[in-house]
């Protein structure tokens, strides 16, 4: 199961000196909140970072087609914000996620959100599908908490619809959302930055983000791993049957 960890508040681990322009809202104390952002190839995880840091950080580009990422291995970026650091890391494909030493180092230090970027705009079908990856990467089977954000990008691609009516027509979507009750937002990430709509999603998306991190401020009880109890104590009763079984063929059979 994925680790979430409290932002930590230990102000000499601030490393960047960057201000972000736009009000905290209601983060008290410097922490720092480390932000994992995943998704498909070419979903617009690193524009969706660029369009939140408010840079062009992150380096983006067109390869979905010939399934390549841009991104080829897990990147961060930091912004201050209010008193606190927000640590956004970027990922590569999926399917090199849970080999990745990098993803897997962090992923043992735990994340205080997720953020799995979903685009609006249709993509070639992969299998497993994007969200079962998901699933499998952060083994969320027995996950109980609301760290999870989807950010649903290419909301251009929206047109007249709404966020509600393009979740009512994607099944798997939908049927995720209601299963770990996870928060979606619609985002454009080709937005000039400090356009209204650039400040405005960007105010919305940490809004929500604040909203998961006072939700989860006391640490997340972390349900047993029923499959692993099960194994440990498969193995236990094994060991005994078996230590049992040549005690008695030591002292009575041979
Ligand atoms: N119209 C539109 N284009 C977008 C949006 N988000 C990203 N793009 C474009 O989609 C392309 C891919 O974006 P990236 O941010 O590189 O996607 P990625 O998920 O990081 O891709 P990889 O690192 O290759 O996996 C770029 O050309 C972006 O400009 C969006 O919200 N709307
Ligand atoms: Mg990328």
């Given at each position: 199961m994925v680790k979430f960890a409290r932002p930590r508040r230990d102000g000499n681990q601030m490393s960047s000196k960057?201000?972000?322009?736009?009000?905290?809202t209601e983060m008290s104390g410097p922490c720092i909140t480390r932000v994992l952002v995943l998704g498909g190839t070419g979903h617009g995880k690193s524009s969706f970072i660029n369009a939140m840091i408010g840079e062009d950080k992150c380096t983006v580009g067109v390869t979905w087609a010939a399934d390549k990422s841009i991104t080829t291995d897990v990147e961060e970026f930091s912004i201050t914000r209010?008193?606190?650091?927000i640590t956004f890391f970027d990922t590569p494909a999926l399917k090199t996620l849970s080999d990745n030493n990098k993803f897997r180092q962090l992923y043992k230090n735990g994340f205080n959100a997720v953020v799995i970027v979903y685009s609006i705009k249709p993509f070639t079908q992969t299998r497993p599908s994007l969200l079962q990856q998901v699933e499998n990467i952060l083994a969320l089977k027995d996950y109980t908490g609301s760290n999870l954000l989807v950010a649903l990008t290419f909301a251009d691609f929206l047109e007249d619809a709404t966020v509600e009516e393009f979740v009512n027509t994607n099944k798997e979507l939908k049927d995720f959302q209601?299963?770990?009750?996870?928060?979606?937002?619609?985002?454009?990430?080709t937005f000039e930055k400090y356009s209204q709509e650039g400040i405005g999603q960007r105010n919305t998306f940490f809004n929500r983000l604040d909203a998961i991190l006072r939700q989860n401020d006391q640490p997340l009880s972390k349900k047993p791993c029923v499959v692993g109890i099960k194994c440990k104590i498969g193995i236990i009763v094994t060991s005994v049957i078996v230590i049992g079984i040549s005690i008695f063929l030591y002292f009575y059979v041979f």
């Open positions: 960057e201000r972000f322009p736009l009000e905290s209010g008193d606190g650091t209601q299963k770990y009750g996870v928060n979606l937002v619609a985002i454009c990430n």
